[in-house]
């Protein structure tokens, strides 16, 4: 599970990358209020196929913030 906080209503875009930068899931893409949030991703690519064990990164855009995190699944 995901969590940020939005100080302004704002685009937001949460995106999971594999480790060699290939797109895997894009988990919003929507205009969302401020506040609190959360998104859980269910270690499924844009396919709906299960990943692999492993390291990814998730990058989390708004509106002139981009800032991209590490990630482990372990299965």
């Known amino acids: 599970t995901l969590r940020y906080d939005l100080s302004e209503k704002s685009l ?33 690519d844009n396919n709906d196929q299960p990943v692999s064990a492993g390291v990814y990164l998730y990058k989390i855009q708004t509106r002139g913030i981009t800032k991209t995190r590490k990630m482990v699944f372990l299965k």
């Open 12 to 44: 937001v875009n949460i995106t999971v990358f594999d480790m060699m930068g290939r797109e895997v899931k894009t988990l919003v893409e929507s205009s969302q209020v401020s506040g609190m949030r959360s998104v859980t991703w269910n270690a499924t």
